[in-house]
């Protein structure tokens, strides 16, 4: 994998590059659908590509280990194979997943004993195991195991939680190097910076990542509790260390909003559930504001959907239409608020892009924030 940075804004971090990968290429800023478990909920793959745009999706080690399981992962040729999207992929490596199950997992320095939430088997993830599974699944880009601790960890739980995740990289690391991609395309291992919300662990994990000299990097353990303000500022702690040449990914973030506010901080990868998961309840974001489709207020609204949106599904189907469908509780509600709001995140991710390249970024972002806000 490789990565050009090819735009810098003169008066923020903001930044526009391409990485390269065997299956494609991709340009940044970026953001990534989740398919949790080898599809993005209610979303075909001619979908993805064509009309949401996504050039690359993310995968759940955690989820796809347990259902459907490596064997048959393997057996279909990996799992861009197995789902028939032909871009790039990457997994996780499962460390939040298994971390949240906080009443039924045990974490040793060996790694992390825990129950499936499935049928309660008993597994075990070490760093060892977590590299040969994501190996097995075959993402163009693979994630360390670490751990994700909770947002409101005091100082010492966070200190002592980092330095397991910087050993469990090290571990990461060798069983990397001592093993080969399973389908014949290469695959980067990126590793990750937690440390909380303390600037000092922060710090520390950012120097540690960085002196790996690892494809690409991620932010993580962000999002998850504590306010904006603290999240942007982690942000800007680890931007100023982890080094310019290479892409950098913050996991699970987030809002319209968010997004904006991290680019211009220096982000340049994001996934997020947000997009599918509003969407399935209702929410859709747009250009000039949030719309909540169950309001009464669409019930004879016949208008498109939106007229300035980037997907068929804007323009194909009416407000009251889409209002109808979710309270009679159709399917088709939930696909079409998908597909809108992943194409307006990929819409959203392209546009900054653009402004970067034409120097524009900061007024353009400023007049974006205001108007995201609004509900309609």
């Excluded at 259902?67 to 197995?82: C, D, N, S, T, W």
């Excluded at 100082?155 to 990397?176: N, P, Q, V």
Aim: a neutral charge; charged letters at 25%; aromatic letters at 10%.
């Amino acid at each position: 994998m490789t990565f050009e940075l090819q735009y810098t804004d003169s008066k923020t971090e903001a930044r526009a590059g391409v990485i390269t990968t065997d299956h494609g290429q991709i340009t940044t800023p970026i953001f990534m659908p989740v398919g949790t478990l080898g599809s993005v909920k209610g979303v075909h793959q001619h979908e993805l590509k064509d009309d949401i745009k996504a050039q690359i999706i993310l995968g759940n080690t955690y989820h796809l280990y347990l259902r459907p399981g490596l064997e048959v992962i393997e057996k279909a040729g990996g799992l861009h194979k197995f789902n028939g999207f032909d871009r790039p992929m990457l997994t996780d490596s499962g460390g939040f997943q298994v971390f949240s199950l906080s009443g039924i997992r045990k974490l040793t320095e060996e790694g992390a004993k825990f129950q499936s939430h499935i049928d309660g088997s008993k597994h075990m993830f070490t760093p060892e195991k977590v590299m040969d599974i994501e190996r097995t699944i075959g993402a163009d880009i693979m994630m360390a195991f670490d751990e994700c601790p909770p947002g409101d960890s005091d100082y010492e739980y966070a200190k002592k939680s980092l330095g397991l995740t910087e050993r469990w990289l090290d571990r990461c690391i060798k069983r990397f190097n001592e093993t080969e991609p399973k389908y014949g395309y290469n695959q980067s291992l990126f590793p990750i910076v937690q440390g909380c919300t303390f600037p000092e662990l922060r710090k520390r994990a950012a120097e540690n990542v960085a002196s790996k000299n690892a494809d690409g990097n991620a932010i993580g353990g962000l999002a998850v509790g504590e306010p904006t303000d603290v999240m942007y500022e982690m942000i800007e702690v680890v931007n100023a260390i982890l080094p310019k040449d290479k892409p950098r990914y913050l996991m699970g973030v987030g809002t319209p909003q968010n997004l904006l506010e991290a680019i211009e901080r220096g982000v340049d990868m994001f996934d997020c559930v947000m997009p599918t998961r509003n969407g399935r309840n209702a929410m859709l974001f747009t250009k000039n504001g949030v719309m909540n489709m169950r309001n009464k207020k669409w019930e004879m609204d016949f208008s498109p959907i939106d007229i300035e949106g980037d997907s068929y599904v804007d323009t194909a189907y009416s407000k009251a239409y889409l209002h109808h469908l979710f309270k009679a509780k159709e399917l088709l509600a939930m696909q079409i608020a998908s597909i809108h709001n992943l194409a307006f995140y990929l819409y959203l991710v392209g546009e900054a892009r653009k402004h970067i390249i034409g120097g524009d970024f900061s007024i353009w972002k400023r007049k974006m924030i205001e108007k995201l806000g609004q509900r309609l």
